[in-house]
């Protein structure tokens, strides 16, 4: 990453976020992800959501899913988290890394097109 006059140039990595209504569903897209390089980690947490749906306020424990990729790989990842979500709207949604460690989204960039061993 460079700056160029104290403006950031955004990095080529994401975070894509989707949460999931149980955790078995979730773990197995977290896995699916990683196993297919399109992640090259994805972090999974409990959250308690508030919604709008169908014209009715609503509640739900979720999973959260943060998935570190590039932007190079997202549609591929938005077309694996819709083959196996059961929600029939789920949250996909991908914040650019503006900053963080060069090592650090090194890996990511490496775990996301290296060949599998």
């Known amino acids: 990453m460079v700056d160029h006059g104290g403006v950031p140039v955004l990095s080529d990595c994401v975070v894509l976020m989707c949460a999931v209504g149980e955790r078995d569903e979730a773990e197995a897209i ?3 992800l990683v196993a297919a390089r399109l992640a090259a980690c994805v972090q999974l947490m409990p959250v308690d959501s508030v919604y709008r749906w169908e014209g009715k306020t609503e509640r739900a424990s979720e999973v959260m899913l943060h998935a570190k990729t590039t932007r190079d790989r997202l549609a591929e990842a938005e077309a ?4 196996r979500h059961s929600y029939a ?4 949604i991908a914040v650019p890394i503006v900053g963080g460690s060069a090592e650090y989204l090194a890996w990511v960039r490496a775990a996301v097109t290296q060949e599998p061993a």
């Open 30 to 32: 977290a896995a699916a």
């Open 89 to 92: 709207l789920p949250e996909i």
């Open 80 to 83: 694996l988290i819709k083959a």
